[in-house]
């Protein structure tokens, strides 16, 4: 089964940045495209950012700008780099796939306030 593992989250004030991990248990290669979600308390969740196999990225228009979604194929490792994060950025996130889900993870928490 493959596993899926996010890091990175935290406390940050708004304007700062966090840089998010997702740990796979296999080749990233292998079930690209890989998306982040995220998930505000009483809202759905939703699709942030994802990579395709071949590299090639999409952004939400509510993060467009300001983040940056990558991979380390060598490290089986997806990263979200969030940059001048604001409040309503305050969410659970987590990484999967785009489409065919996997069991989600446990997330990792992001929290912008002041």
């Known amino acids: 089964q493959v596993q899926l593992v996010e890091s990175g989250g935290g406390l940050v004030q708004p304007g700062g940045s966090l840089r998010l991990s997702c740990a796979a248990s296999?080749?990233?290669?292998?079930?690209?495209?890989l998306g982040w979600y995220r998930q505000a308390p009483g809202t759905q969740r939703e699709l942030v950012a994802d990579?395709?196999?071949?590299?090639?990225?999409n952004y939400a228009a509510s993060v467009e700008g300001r983040c940056t979604i990558s991979r380390d194929t060598t490290k089986n490792t997806m990263y979200l780099q969030m940059n001048n994060l604001k409040p309503e950025d305050t969410a659970v996130y987590y990484c999967?796939?785009?489409?065919?889900?996997?069991?989600w993870g446990q997330g990792t928490q992001v929290t912008v306030s002041s």
């Open positions: 990579i395709s196999g071949g590299g090639r990225t």
């Open positions: 999967n796939r785009k489409t065919g889900w996997f069991s």
């Open positions: 296999i080749r990233i290669f292998e079930i690209s495209p």
